[in-house]
């Protein structure tokens, strides 16, 4: 790739090649929902066997990010590779856990379901659940903690069992690359002490790990490697190198409004 | 009309509702056969749309598929050929259905106006010209009015047998549907973003299911007509919800009760002469509903006031427990308490203290004779485990909530109840307790009260 003449490029890895072993290698990536970008020119590799935070303020892209290298939100440039290949080849490394908030939890399953959800791929169209199936999906709840709500409907879990819940889903999957959003969002104490550690264990296995976290007071302690995101990416490396006070200020101050008031212009564009 | 005596016209009454009931005919056994199965469809496919959340779309699409039936039928006289061809006129509806589909797409796309006014504006501009495209067919072909009015209101009574064997063959299409994609669909409909990133096709899923709601819907206006179909595809999956708190389970659940409301309502149309089928399965359909909401064993409005109820009674019942046992700690004695005293110390009524009272007395837990009240040897343990769950959760406020402990008593009233071991083992080692589990801790808000033990 060139790198003469970059346009908006990730500061940490100026005009940088592409590696195949990347787990994830995103390529001048820019999303835009209804004409408004949200996120401009992305450009990097996410390092194998890391435990990756994705940090920024409201509105900076930290969803959508997730989202787009999934093909779940349209592209309006770029492409995305996972250890080379393009995503349709590579979707059974995927493990995924949604916002909390983007499902009903009223729905009539229990969390036994939800869990058995993450490995219907594996079942496969028109097959039944089997017994081996069961155990993976038991196994998962277990290591959160909960086996014994199991049959609980749930709308009767409250938030930090219902995030549990999601994140055993995403055990069940049994993937090598996972992408979180928000796993820690308003979760209890004891509940975000049991998934930090379910992310250590995923990370000590080999895994790599993408967490959208918005708790800066815990960045130093959970992530390896950080991704500083503000409809672009500001800064992305070793937490100990790109997390100080230069970056954090680039991130959340209010020198990038040039960025969103461009944004702004293109969505009112006729 | 020769002239009978009253006696010889209920004998042909009773005949007839024999035949009916006892679905003599061929002709009856074939409608209420077609008719359940269509139920049963419109079960299955009213699930998925309620739990998809667009319960509203199925009337638009009903409404809509008026114009498509008339524009048939122009069609079919108009090349020669006779219009009361039931299969193209229903492909008619489809087509109609899907246009209406695609013309709410294309406006919320282009216009980023809301659903719920693009589904009542396609709703009614496509009725509007359905009543046109009739009238029209009225005034050129007035012996066939009649015909396409019936898929206004539906008319049961009319279906011919081999209109009954089309609904169903489509309603069976829908249940295998239901049947072979009930995981995909569970799947979809409760978090499509996992689905999509799982690489399920949930755009061709989701079309599956509005096609399954469009065939339900075209079959379901012969039977009960454009207007209550509706009522197919709403009542019978918001009543099964009452039921279940599993997928599969409410689905089925839904089938059985619009089944069974197609089915009955047929029959009792059929018994009651000049009652249009259409209106009673949806009457039938509205009644199984109403028992549902008050009978449910998941959300029902029994089982409801029943756990009300007894949580009230629970709640009363450990305020008392707690009382005798804080009033004889106080008293540092194993004596007997006054039920003045014990009346006094909460407030209560008299009438309520000793209903209460005569409760914990069958219960074994409290002694009531002339001397006064006293807990007996288990029903000490019990208020003992009251006592000491109330108080360490008064202590975790105290503690972890800042709450004044002259506040504390009243918001910790209303959680002990519901606090489960669970959560009082893990209070305990919050506060790292007392290390036996016997052990009450003191009250924290009883400074001027004699300690335990009556050391003070």
Known sequence: MNSTNPPVKSMASPGHEHSHEAPISVHDMTVAYDKRPVLWDVDLDIPEGKLVGIIGPNGAGKSTFIKAIQNLVPRVSGSIQFYGKPLEEQRHLLGYVPQRESVDWDFPVNALDVVLMGRYRKVGWFRRIGKNHREAALAALDQLGMAGFAKRQISQLSGGQQQRVFLARALAQEARIYLMDEPLAGVDMATEETIFGILQGLRNEGKTVLVVHHDLQTVRRYFDHLILLNMRVVAHGPTSTVFHDENLRKTYGGKLTLLSEAADALAKRP | ?456
């Open chain 2, 1 to 456: 009309m020769p002239w009978r005596n009253g006696r010889e016209v209920f004998v042909m009454e009773w005949d007839a509702l024999f035949r009916i009931l006892f679905l003599q005919d061929h002709n009856t056994r074939v409608v209420v056969l077609g008719t359940f199965v269509l139920g049963v469809a419109a079960g299955l496919a009213g699930s998925l749309l309620l739990l998809r959340k667009r319960a509203l779309l199925s009337d638009t699409l009903a409404h809509a598929s008026l114009p498509g039936v008339g524009l048939m039928y122009l069609l079919l006289v108009g090349s020669g050929q006779s219009g009361r061809q039931l299969l193209a006129l229903l492909g008619g509806a489809v087509v109609a259905c899907v246009a209406a589909v695609i013309t709410i797409n294309l406006l919320k796309q282009t216009t980023r106006l809301k659903e719920d006014a693009l589904l009542s504006m396609v709703l009614s501009v496509y009725f509007g010209l359905g009543v046109v495209v009739l009238g029209i067919i009225t005034r050129n072909h007035p012996e066939q009015s009649a015909g396409l009015q019936k898929f206004l209101y539906g008319s049961t009574a009319a279906l011919i047998s081999s209109d009954a064997w089309l609904l169903v063959g489509v309603a069976a299409g829908i249940i295998v549907l239901a049947a072979c994609f009930w995981k995909e669909f569970q799947l979809l409909l409760f978090d499509s973003g996992f689905a999509a990133s799982e690489g399920y096709p949930v755009q061709r899923l989701d079309l599956l299911v509005m096609l399954m709601v469009v065939l339900v819907t075209v079959c379901g206006m012969q039977a009960v007509g454009l207007i209550l179909v509706v009522a197919l595809l709403v009542i019978p999956p918001v009543a099964a919800r009452f039921w279940s708190e599993d997928f599969l389970a409410m689905q089925w659940i839904a089938a059985l009760i619009g089944g069974v409301s197609c089915a009955l309502g047929t029959l009792i149309s059929g018994v009651l002469p000049n009652m249009p089928a259409g209106a009673v399965i949806v009457l039938t359909a509205a009644l199984l509903f109403f028992l549902s909401m008050i009978l449910g064993i998941k959300r029902g409005i029994l089982l409801r006031e029943w756990n009300a109820f007894n949580l009230r009674r629970k709640t009363e019942h450990h305020h008392a427990l707690r009382a005798i046992y804080e009033l004889l700690e106080r008293q540092s004695s194993e004596g007997f308490i006054d039920l003045e005293e014990l009346r006094r110390s909460r407030s209560w009524s008299a009438h309520n203290l000793k209903r209460t009272l005569r409760r914990a007395v069958n219960l074994g837990l409290v002694e009531w004779s002339a001397q006064g009240i006293r807990l007996s040897p288990t029903g000490r343990e019990e208020a003992r485990k009251l006592v000491r769950s109330h108080r360490l959760w008064e202590l975790y406020l105290i503690t972890y909530a800042d709450v004044a402990p002259s506040h504390v008593d009243r918001s910790a009233d209303d959680i002990e109840h519901v606090l489960d071991p669970q959560l009082v083992a893990l209070l305990e080692e919050k506060l790292q307790a007392q290390d036996s589990r016997e052990v009450v801790p003191k009250s924290p808000h009883s400074t001027t009260l004699p300690e335990v033990g009556g050391s003070a």
